[in-house]
């Protein structure tokens, strides 16, 4: 496993390079969506209004498809791996906590529609495998500390060699890199502590934010629908990259793959993102996230 961190350990024992995948998710999900987001009007508008980014629901489904991933990067994972044990349990969630750090750590301290964006970003990416039982956020909160440990634990053995930081996003490697150190920090200090951030992703910590922060009773959903509509287009974005990576070794993915290629008749730009050259695809979310991170973070 030369090439780790790895998104994927097919049955040889190849590593499928993780920064490559992200970058991948998150080229296809601004194919796929860019348009299919700006077109959810009332929740586009009121989170444009409140937070004074341009396209912030594009911009928040950008950041969560280039963070989605990353706690796969904990030497957790590497030492399983080595045993023959090809698992990333609880991965979304260290992701969420990696970005929640890492934006805490390095964000313009005065914007408070900054803050919202990362954490709808934080709250998508955490429901990326809701599909499994016992994966939701609020199932992780609610249920026995088992989960919770795992990402505690996966937590605590990131490290910032580790850190995508081949992701040719230039600008978002310092969020990268300060999340993975802040989000370990988190880890060693144990579950409360992890649990208290993790909360921020959950559905009573989002709508609790939306009090929190000024927003009115009658518009107090549309912090959710943002996250739910955000978590649905790189669910999507995800299921069509890893099927076109992993091939027949992931067959419920393809069936899934199959069925959105036809309803998002989605195959020629997945073919492109594939073929398409790194940098390029870097550039283009990059240019993308030039919004959030020239007001939002502190580079």
Not at 74 to 97: Q, T
Not at 187 to 214: D, F, M, N, P, W
Not at 247 to 272: F, Q, T, V
Request: proline fraction near 3%.
């Amino acid at each position: 496993m030369d090439k780790w961190p790895c998104s994927f350990i097919d049955k040889v024992g190849r590593c499928h390079p993780l920064d490559l995948h992200n970058l991948r998710v998150a080229f296809i999900l601004k194919h796929l969506f860019e348009q299919r987001l700006s077109a959810l009007t009332p929740t586009a508008r009121s989170l444009e209004a409140f937070t004074s980014l341009e396209k912030p629901l594009l911009q928040a489904a950008l950041l969560a498809a280039v963070f989605h991933d990353v706690g796969k990067s904990s030497n957790l994972y590497r030492v399983w791996a080595g045993r023959g044990k090809a698992s990333f349990a609880m991965h979304e969630h260290v992701s969420a906590l990696t970005l929640l750090k890492g934006f805490e750590e390095i964000s313009i301290e005065s914007s408070l529609g900054c803050t919202t964006v990362a954490r709808v970003a934080a709250s998508a990416l955490a429901r990326h495998h809701t599909a499994m039982k016992g994966r939701h956020p609020d199932d992780v909160a609610r249920g026995g500390s088992k989960a919770v440990k795992t990402i505690v634990e996966a937590s605590s053995k990131l490290s910032p060699d580790l850190a995508p930081s081949s992701v040719l996003v230039s600008t978002l490697e310092k969020l990268a890199r300060e999340g993975f150190i802040r989000a370990a920090e988190a880890g060693s200090k144990g579950v409360e502590a992890v649990r208290s951030h993790l909360y921020y992703t959950t559905t009573e910590g989002i709508i609790k934010q939306a009090r929190a922060i000024g927003i009115s009773t009658v518009n107090e959903a549309m912090l959710l629908a943002a996250v739910q509509a955000v978590a649905g287009a790189l669910i999507v974005s995800d299921i069509l990259v890893a099927w076109r990576e992993r091939g027949e070794e992931d067959r419920p993915a393809k069936a899934y793959a199959a069925s959105w290629i036809r309803e998002l008749n989605a195959r020629e730009a997945l073919e492109k993102a594939v073929r398409e050259d790194p940098e390029f695809m870097g550039q283009s979310i990059e240019a993308s996230l030039q919004d959030l991170v020239g007001k939002c973070i502190s580079v």
